[in-house]
T-cell receptor, first 113, second 114 residues
Framework: GDSVTQMEGPVTLSEEACLTINCTYTATGYPSLFWYVQYPGEGLQLLLKATKADDKGSNKGFEATYRKETTSFHLEKGSVQVSDSAVYFCALYGAGGAQKLVFGQGTRLTINP | NAGVTQTPKFQVLKTGQSMTLQCAQDMNHNSMYWYRQDPGMGLRLIYYSASEGTTDKGEVPNGYNVSRLNKREFSLRLESAAPSQTSVYFC?????????????FGDGTRLSIL
């Protein structure tokens, strides 16, 4: 079945460091890909998305490019802030016509000042 | 500016007790979802309702029932709670089930079964 694999956390960085959180997927068909972010005590919020190969999603300084050849959708940010501390989830939707989101296990990110 | 509202936020139950988790959205969305979040496992879909009057099983439906009461409300019921159902439960909604429709999540219900 469809699945999403994220790099294991937790990830701890200093403020202004570069961030990459790896995400790879297995799916039939051509899924849409998403990154969601969960701040402490809150629900998930959509961070960015890409719906076809080579699309780049971006928001709040974060970027991810849909790479069909490597089945990847890595999340990147050039300079992280303390306020970026959260849990990040990679997800896919719609592969093979399935009407549901499939989530990765989540990566906890902590940014120290 | 409520979005998706879940009640209660916290609940402790004894094994065998029943409980209904409530969810309401004020965005006029057609589709609604219930997920559970467990450590190291991301979110898993329990049930969803593509539109008012329809419900379908997700990945982990056993032990749960749902009711799409109207377009705004989608409840999740545990008839006989078990310790394995200890989890954080999230309700979500979207305009529709198409892959360009982002899901909007509530803040979650933290449920402990003793």
């Amino acid at each position: 079945g469809d699945s999403v694999t994220q790099m294991e956390g937790p990830v701890t960085l200093s403020e202004e460091a570069c961030l990459t959180i790896n995400c790879t997927y297995t799916a039939t068909g051509y899924p849409s890909l998403f990154w969601y972010v969960q701040y402490p005590g809150e629900g998930l919020q959509l961070l960015l998305k890409a719906t076809k190969a080579d699309d780049k999603g971006s928001n709040k300084g974060f970027e991810a490019t849909y790479r069909k050849e490597t089945t990847s959708f890595h999340l990147e940010k050039g300079s992280v802030q303390v306020s970026d501390s959260a849990v990040y989830f990679c997800a896919l939707y719609g592969a093979g016509g399935a009407q549901k989101l499939v989530f990765g296990q989540g990566t906890r990110l902590t940014i120290n000042p | 500016n409520a979005g998706v509202t879940q009640t209660p936020k916290f609940q402790v139950l004894k094994t065998g007790q029943s409980m209904t988790l409530q969810c309401a959205q004020d965005m006029n969305h057609n589709s609604m979802y219930w997920y559970r979040q467990d450590p190291g496992m991301g979110l898993r879909l329990i049930y969803y309702s593509a539109s008012e009057g329809t419900t379908d099983k997700g990945e982990v439906p056993n032990g749960y029932n749902v009711s799409r009461l109207n377009k705004r409300e989608f409840s999740l019921r545990l008839e006989s709670a078990a310790p394995s159902q200890t989890s954080v439960y999230f309700c979500a909604s979207s305009v529709g089930t198409g892959n360009n429709q982002p899901q909007h999540f509530g803040d979650g219900t933290r449920l402990s079964i003793l």
